[in-house]
Nanobody
Framework: QVQLVESGGGWVQAGGSLRLSCTAS????????VSWFRQAPGKERESVAI???????YYADSVKGRFTISRDNAKNTGYLQMNSLKTEDTAVYYC???????????????WGQGTQVTVSS
């Protein structure tokens, strides 16, 4: 059974940094794109970043230049390094995997449980 487990969330002041991790079990991690989404209260789940099997990456405009997505296939783990955090980054962050890596959350069927990120001013 495929499982994704996120970790690394927490509370941080604006301008601070956090690194999220997403560890996969039950599948060959290198075969899949890894995506990070976030969902703030009352808002839809939105794509934050994607890293494809090739290592190519995508970032939402709102996080470009501040967030960095990476992966370590040997450890079956994906990462999201978040720097210069803003209060508007506050959300539950989820990782997800699929074959093609898209920004549409409906195209993903394997999700982690989510990790809360709270940025205070």
């Amino acid at each position: 059974q495929v499982q994704l487990v996120e970790s690394g969330g927490g509370w941080v002041q604006a301008g601070g940094s956090l690194r999220l991790s997403c560890t996969a079990s039950g599948r060959t991690f290198s075969n899949y794109a890894v995506s990070w989404f976030r969902q703030a209260p009352g808002k839809e789940r939105e794509s934050v970043a994607i890293i494809w099997q090739s290592g190519s990456t995508y970032y939402a405009d709102s996080v470009k230049g501040r967030f960095t997505i990476s992966r370590d296939n040997a450890k079956n783990t994906g990462y999201l390094q978040m720097n210069s955090l803003k209060t508007e980054d506050t959300a539950v962050y989820y990782c997800a995997t699929n074959d093609v890596g898209t920004t549409n959350a409906k195209n993903y069927f394997v999700w982690g449980q989510g990790t809360q990120v709270t940025v205070s001013s």
